[in-house]
């Protein structure tokens, strides 16, 4: 997806998915349009079933658009549900630890955005049920599984949405350019290095359309070549913040000062109005997307952007978003409560979501029959999506995911990026004013 507006990410689908999430998100971004606080998730809200459960989501699930709210209370007679959506992760995580340390408050089933689940594995895993004991884990990824799961083997949360990795582009954009506009040979040109696809970039600003610029942003750029990698700011056999030394870091830094140094970005913010304008006005002409992004790109692009769009494979199996849903233990009806979780996120309805809104399933055996909207394939020129995105999920590194994670990411993108990107500040002054932040976060 999730994903809040993801930021984290992903922050989130439509646009969000976590992320998310960030974002993303976080994502995990998801678009926060379509939702507001305390919304009756099941749409009838009518009380006649003999047990409410609540579920306390962020963004865009895509539960209710999906009509699974409905078909699940049609399935058990007895059960009501009502949803209650927080729009964004950075408002909705706080305030789910305040009720989880009160031992009150909680939803039935809580949503976990992947940039909060570390924090919630180890500091949070008494509060929630442990799911492990309910389910076949073998359902789910392997490393999406691993996120959600303590040193001592509790599942806390089941995987809803992850973020495969992809690369949108405008096939009218690439061409004026001068480009190749075949998606196989474009995913050649810059497969196995996030480096190769900003080469492209300065390819592409040579015959650039008037008006347009490669990319949207540096920090796109940042969070996808940072996705593909084995680490991000923690160090997963000590756990202990390593984001000043880690090579994934690097790495992501450098290839996304290679863009915010250049000509070649929009300098958006995403999930900004602006950015939303640049879908619109055609002003960049790729953007690293995670599947929940598809339904964002083509409900902010509209009509004009049809057939105009197209997907290719991204240049490494990266993640960015993606959730969970656990039980917490102060609920007052955990065994309903469980079973709605693992109804929600069986394979079966992980793909009805993916149909409606493309949050990709983190259930494998969900692949083979995925089946992506009609609309959405045409909008994307008819582009195998299920296939692209399925390849880049299956491969995906096992990401260790710290406490602070998400708001070291913020850090990094929304102050020493954008420094660079926007206030034409030095690759080495926009690092300086990340670090900054980053131990103010930390209480260094």
């Not at 340390?101 to 992947?114: F, N, P």
Request: glycine fraction near 10%; charge should be positive.
């Amino acid at each position: 997806m999730r994903t809040s507006i993801r930021r984290s990410q992903r922050l989130m689908a439509l646009a969000a998915v976590a992320a998310l999430t960030t974002g993303l998100l976080a994502g995990c971004a998801k678009d926060d349009n379509s939702s507001s606080d305390n919304s009756d998730g099941g749409g009838n809200g009518s009380g006649k079933g003999r047990i409410t459960l609540t579920i306390g989501t962020f963004g865009v699930f895509g539960y209710k658009q999906a009509g699974l709210y409905d078909e699940y209370m049609k399935l058990h007679p007895d059960i009501n549900i009502k949803e209650n959506v927080t729009t964004r992760t950075d408002v909705y995580w706080p305030k789910v630890l305040t009720r989880l340390q009160a031992g009150s408050g909680t939803d039935d089933v809580q949503a976990i955005e992947i940039g909060n689940i570390t924090e919630a594995v180890q500091t949070q895993a008494d509060k929630f049920v442990d799911l492990g004991k309910e389910v076949d884990k073998s359902q789910w990824l392997d490393w999406k599984n691993a996120q959600a799961t303590t040193k001592d083997g509790k599942l806390i949360g089941l995987g809803t949405d992850i973020g495969p990795m992809a690369i949108c582009y405008r096939k009218d954009l690439f061409q004026k350019a001068g480009l190749p506009t075949d998606r196989t040979k474009l995913a050649d040109m810059w497969k196995g290095d996030w480096a190769k696809y900003v080469d492209v970039g300065k390819q592409y600003m040579k015959k650039a359309p008037k008006g347009t610029k490669f990319v949207d942003s540096a920090s796109s750029v940042y969070n996808a070549a940072l996705g593909g990698g084995d680490e991000r700011y923690y160090d997963k056999a000590t756990g202990n913040v390593v984001w000043d030394k880690s090579d994934g870091v690097k790495k992501a830094w450098n290839v996304a000062m290679d863009v915010a140094t250049s000509d070649m970005s929009a300098k958006l913010k995403q999930f900004d109005p602006t950015w939303d304008q640049g879908y619109a006005n055609g002003t960049f002409a790729s953007v690293a997307c995670p599947a929940w992004m598809l339904g964002y790109i083509e409900q902010k692009s509209g009509d004009s952007g049809k057939g105009k769009w197209d997907v290719a494979a991204a240049p490494t199996a990266a993640n960015w978003g993606g959730s969970f849903l656990g039980v917490p233990t102060a609920g007052k009806h955990q065994k309903e409560a469980i079973a709605l979780a693992k109804w929600l996120t069986a394979p079966e309805q992980q793909a009805k979501v993916f149909a409606k809104q493309a949050s990709f399933p983190s259930t494998p055996s969900a692949y083979a029959s995925l089946k992506p909207a009609a609309d959405t394939t045409a909008y994307f020129s008819n582009a195998p999506l299920t296939q692209i995105f399925s390849d880049s999920a299956k491969t995906i590194p096992t990401q260790y995911f710290g406490i602070k994670d998400q708001p070291i990411n913020s850090a990094i993108t929304d102050v020493g990026i954008l420094q660079v990107e926007q206030k034409g500040k030095s690759p080495s002054q926009g690092w300086d004013a990340a670090s900054k932040e980053i131990k103010d976060v930390l209480g260094q």
